[in-house]
């Protein structure tokens, strides 16, 4: 007669519970600033850049560059709105608008002055920065909400200044420009090139997120993220730093927008009003604001996800806010911590500590 | 054995010959980019059921005949969702990828374009019906290295258009009214087209002896109320609700509730569904239809393009009119094709459209392109009988020979 150990029974189910539990714990732990090793940050970077680069090549076809060209700038905007939300902790429903202001400035200096792609950029960035800085300056008196709230306000603002604007605006019809000026023996024209000239400043914004991330800098404004009553008693300007990072998201802002006029080469108010800039925000919160690769994450999900599933723009939105559901409840720190925990799950890692790591733990 | 092989061989040269006649009808592939989805469907869905009805006339007649070869039309039709950038991506899709002839489409101006900075320089045709592109079709865009030799626009001029609309409203209001009315007020939204389309309108209303206020709603009202209320307190003679047809079914009985104006003008507001959604006033009230009515159509061959358009699944809306700015460019396009014999000759197919004309279904008038691309054609307004859904009365109204004082055309 076989004897059955039921204790045993129990307490395997118990073990088997704790370890389900905790691999659940491991997958949906917010691991921003647990540090990977540096071989594994190389490897992902290069793989990531080989595939970007080699994405023209693969035979995907026109609808797939063109679609992957807007997931890049707006990728791009999505740094920098990645670096004042995860880093700095000030979230922005208004970042379109930002967008905005730099394509609006590249178009009528353009029209007005005739100054082409090259010459316009560094104005329009400039000036994307200083807007980001001016409707910053309310964050030193209110915050949280209260910045959202002003952000919306902004974009709304803006639309309908643009919208009313008259021939210097173009109103609601809005403005046309050329191509982008050509380089010696590169044709912005053939998509391609258009694709590597988006991808190129999309790597700059990389590079420069990951520069912030692990400067000294970045440190400052992860403290003041944390707790900014604390970050301002152990001397650390906190005002000052809190404008610095919305007039650098300003200028990725500023960039994106250049490169959208350029690409689409007509601009109108709808592109930069409330609903593309809610669009900014999900996507940030989908990818991971706090991971280097999370605002790409997010760019490619909400751009493809339409594509490959043929989602019309109601499943889309239905899509979504499961999507942001599901994120927020299982997934805090977005997609990319998906990503992260899987891999310290798969390789032992600690994924649970969330906190006090490396300050060169974005993944 | 020797049989063998003869019976071979003439086995092999039937197969050929087969192969042959099955090879003689090619595909001609036209693209069709539109919204299918998204806040434009209503306009988007007509060009789709225009152009599928356009190609299977057109396939089923025989095909066009290009040379020495007989040429089906084939289809890729493309959702743009409404969104700029799906619609750039599905462009270039058609032109590179696919490798379409010409293209229909957009419903919306920015979109159309964005469109023809892909379309232009591929030398592919695009046909959009956008009145609003008029701001854009000038000499320079129109010339042979121009960014829009290869776009046409299947809308009249703004001008003519509002020209003819004014005349209609004011000619079969005034009998109806106390007095003649001298105010009107033009109540639009304020989105690009709205923008665009209102600059005419009140022009073409002031020549019309009008006083004219200009009042705008953002896009994606509800609630029209307060804007009415305001309205109302500048006692016009007539409301004009401009565009847009969808808009207006939910301004227009909150305008009636309010009892804002002793009459009313619908634009794009078809009498089919004016009648289907019993809507009914104490007040005379006229419609416009873009470009004609298809529930009270003057014209027979109007009567029957609808039957067969509703025939293919097509849905009865608003906007389902505007298919009428799509369909008969497929008959001209094909027409012009034949008369140059060539496929890969774009620029002949150009020059050959602007010097021909085309007696299509739209318009009793044969239409004509001019040195800017834009063809003319009349607008048909009705008038419902205060206090019915369905007693109409219409006229078709040719637009003017000129721009009226202050506008400068387009």
């Given at each position: 007669m076989p004897v059955t150990d039921n204790s045993a029974g129990k307490t395997g189910a118990a073990t088997g519970r704790t370890r389900a539990s905790h691999r659940l714990a491991l997958l949906t732990a917010d691991n921003a600033s647990v540090p990977l090793p540096a071989s594994v940050q190389a490897i992902t970077a290069i793989l990531l850049a080989v595939l970007l680069i080699a994405l023209p090549?693969?035979?995907?076809?026109?609808?797939?560059?063109?679609?992957?060209?807007?997931?890049?700038?707006?990728?791009?905007?999505?740094?920098?709105?990645?670096?004042?939300?995860?880093?700095?902790?000030?979230?922005?429903?208004?970042?379109?608008?930002?967008?905005?202001?730099?394509?609006?400035?590249?178009?009528?200096?353009?029209?007005?002055?005739?100054?082409?792609?090259?010459?316009?950029?560094?104005?329009?960035?400039?000036?994307?920065?200083?807007?980001?800085?001016?409707?910053?300056?309310?964050?030193?008196?209110?915050?949280?909400?209260?910045?959202?709230?002003?952000?919306?306000?902004?974009?709304?603002?803006?639309?309908?200044?643009?919208?009313?604007?008259?021939?210097?605006?173009?109103?609601?019809?809005?403005?046309?420009?050329?191509s982008v000026t050509p380089l010696p023996g590169i044709n912005f024209d053939k998509l391609s090139n258009n694709y590597y000239l988006v991808l190129a400043a999309l790597f700059l914004a990389l590079a420069a997120t990951y520069l912030i991330g692990i400067s000294r800098y970045g440190?400052?404004?992860?403290?003041?993220?944390?707790?900014?009553?604390?970050?301002?008693?152990?001397?650390?300007?906190?005002?000052?730093?809190?404008?610095?990072?919305?007039?650098?998201?300003?200028?990725?802002?500023?960039l994106a927008g250049v490169l959208q006029l350029y690409y689409l080469r007509h601009i109108s108010p709808t592109l930069f009003g409330a609903f593309p800039s809610l669009y900014l925000a999900l996507m940030v919160?989908?990818?991971?604001?706090?991971?280097?690769?999370?605002p790409l994450i997010g760019a490619v999900i909400v751009n493809f996800l339409p594509e490959v599933l043929n989602l019309d723009p109601v499943d889309s939105r239905i899509a979504y806010g499961i999507c942001l559901l599901l994120v927020i409840l299982l997934l805090p720190g977005g997609v990319g911590a998906g990503i992260k925990n899987v891999y310290c799950a798969l390789t032992g890692g600690s994924?649970?500590?969330?906190?006090?790591?490396?300050?060169?733990?974005?993944? | 054995m020797r049989q063998l092989g003869l019976g071979l061989a003439v086995a092999a040269a039937g197969f050929a010959m087969a192969l042959q006649t099955a090879r003689a009808d090619e595909e001609l592939p036209i693209g069709v980019i539109a919204a299918q989805s998204g806040s434009f469907v209503s306009a988007g869905n007509t060009i789709v059921g225009a152009a599928n009805l356009a190609a299977q006339q057109i396939n089923d007649a025989g095909g066009i005949k290009v040379g020495d070869k007989t040429y089906k039309i084939k289809l890729y039709i493309r959702d743009n969702r409404t969104d700029v950038n799906v619609t750039i991506a599905a462009a270039r899709e058609l032109v590179n990828d696919i490798g379409v002839k010409a293209i229909w489409g957009t419903e919306t101006h920015d979109f159309s374009v964005s469109m023809a900075k892909i379309t232009g320089p591929a030398k592919v045709l695009q046909f959009s019906g956008n009145s609003s592109l008029g701001a854009v079709l000038d000499d320079k865009a129109v010339a042979d290295d121009g960014w829009l030799h290869?776009?046409?626009?299947?809308?009249?001029?703004?001008?003519?258009?509002?020209?003819?609309?004014?005349?209609?409203?004011?000619?079969?209001?005034t009998p109806q009214l106390k007095s003649p009315p001298k105010h009107s007020v033009v109540f639009v939204g304020n989105d690009a087209t709205g923008q665009y389309l209102s600059s005419h309108y009140v022009k073409a209303l002031e020549a019309e002896g009008q006083k004219v206020d200009l009042v705008q709603y953002p896009p994606d009202t509800t609630d029209f109320s307060p804007l009415l209320t305001r309205i109302k307190g500048m006692k016009p003679d007539i409301?004009?609700?401009?565009?847009?047809?969808?808009?207006?079914?939910?301004?227009?009985?909150?305008?009636?509730?309010?009892?804002?104006?002793?009459?009313?003008?619908?634009?794009?507001?078809?009498?089919?569904?004016?009648?289907?959604?019993?809507?009914?006033?104490?007040?005379?009230?006229?419609?416009?239809?873009?470009?004609?009515?298809?529930?009270?159509?003057?014209?027979?061959?109007?009567?029957?393009?609808?039957?067969?358009?509703?025939?293919?699944?097509?849905?009865?809306?608003?906007?389902?009119?505007?298919?009428?700015?799509?369909?008969?460019?497929?008959?001209?396009?094909?027409?012009?094709?034949?008369?140059?014999?060539?496929?890969?000759?774009?620029?002949?197919?150009?020059?050959?459209?602007?010097?021909?004309?085309?007696?299509?279904?739209?318009?009793?008038?044969?239409?004509?392109?001019?040195?800017?691309?834009?063809?003319?054609?009349?607008?048909?307004?009705?008038?419902?009988?205060?206090?019915?859904?369905?007693?109409?009365?219409?006229?078709?109204?040719?637009?003017?020979?000129?721009?009226?004082?202050?506008?400068?055309?387009?």
């Open positions: 090549w693969l035979g995907l076809g026109y609808r797939f560059l063109s679609i992957a060209i807007t997931t890049l700038y707006t990728a791009i905007g999505l740094y920098g709105l990645g670096l004042q939300f995860g880093q700095a902790g000030i979230m922005s429903v208004g970042h379109a608008a930002l967008m905005g202001v730099g394509a609006y400035a590249s178009a009528i200096l353009s029209v007005q002055l005739g100054l082409g792609f090259w010459t316009s950029l560094p104005f329009a960035m400039a000036l994307s920065a200083i807007v980001g800085g001016v409707i910053g300056l309310p964050t030193l008196r209110v915050g949280g909400q209260h910045y959202i709230i002003i952000t919306f306000c902004f974009c709304a603002l803006f639309v309908i200044v643009l919208t009313n604007g008259g021939t210097f605006t173009g109103s609601a019809t809005g403005l046309d420009v050329g440190r400052t404004l992860r403290a003041i993220r944390e707790n900014e009553q604390l970050a301002r008693s152990v001397g650390i300007n906190v005002d000052l730093h809190k404008l610095g990072v919305l007039m650098v998201s300003g200028l990725f802002a500023g919160m989908l990818g991971g604001a706090r991971y280097l690769y999370g994924g649970t500590q969330t906190q006090g790591g490396g300050s060169n733990g974005r993944a | 290869y776009a046409f626009q299947s809308e009249p001029q703004e001008w003519q258009r509002s020209g003819s609309t004014a005349k209609g409203v004011l000619s079969l209001l409301v004009h609700f401009w565009y847009n047809g969808d808009s207006t079914l939910t301004a227009f009985p909150q305008a009636l509730k309010l009892g804002v104006a002793p009459s009313y003008f619908l634009f794009g507001v078809d009498p089919g569904i004016y009648q289907e959604r019993s809507l009914k006033a104490d007040v005379p009230v006229t419609l416009s239809c873009v470009p004609v009515c298809w529930g009270s159509s003057p014209y027979p061959e109007v009567k029957q393009y609808f039957e067969k358009y509703f025939g293919l699944g097509a849905a009865k809306g608003p906007q389902s009119s505007v298919s009428l700015l799509y369909y008969d460019y497929f008959f001209w396009y094909a027409k012009a094709l034949e008369k140059v014999g060539k496929l890969d000759d774009p620029d002949a197919v150009v020059a050959e459209l602007l010097k021909s004309d085309y007696k299509g279904v739209v318009s009793p008038v044969p239409l004509v392109f001019n040195k800017h691309h834009q063809v003319t054609f009349a607008t048909e307004v009705c008038m419902v009988e205060p206090n019915t859904s369905d007693q109409f009365k219409c006229a078709v109204e040719q637009p003017p020979a000129a721009p009226p004082p202050g506008d400068n055309g387009g």
